[in-house]
Nanobody, 116 residues
Framework: QVQLVESGGGLVQPGGSLRLSCAAS????????LGWYRQAPGKQREVVAR???????NYADSVKGRFTISRDNAKNTVTLQMNSLKPGDTAVYYC??????????WGQGSQVAVSS
């Protein structure tokens, strides 16, 4: 079963940028849709961006115009470029299939903190 590992989080000031990466242990081509999710303290996990095998992308209204998801089926990676970050973007970010979870599992996630 393919496993997904997130990386690239950190602390950034409001207005800054971060790039998250998700590396798969095997081929992601057979997975129709992959997405980035986030979970803030005390809140439910939510999907913020989704990319299909064919290249269609969708975004939550809260991140539209600021985040960009990219999927590389050849390299088995999914990235999330996050620009104009706001304190409300602070959360643990996960990549997984849509709908989740791939293989019944969630990864460790990547912490993103936006603060001055």
């Amino acid at each position: 079963q393919v496993q997904l590992v997130e990386s690239g989080g950190g602390l950034v000031q409001p207005g800054g940028s971060l790039r998250l990466s998700c590396a798969a242990s095997g081929s992601i081509f057979s997975i129709n849709a992959l997405g980035w999710y986030r979970q803030a303290p005390g809140k439910q996990r939510e999907v913020v961006a989704r990319a299909t095998r064919g290249g269609t992308t969708n975004y939550a209204d809260s991140v539209k115009g600021r985040f960009t998801i990219s999927r590389d089926n050849a390299k088995n990676t999914v990235t999330l470029q996050m620009n104009s970050l706001k304190p409300g973007d602070t959360a643990v970010y996960y990549c997984n299939a849509v709908p989740p979870p791939l293989g019944g599992k969630w990864g460790q996630g990547s912490q993103v903190a936006v603060s001055s």
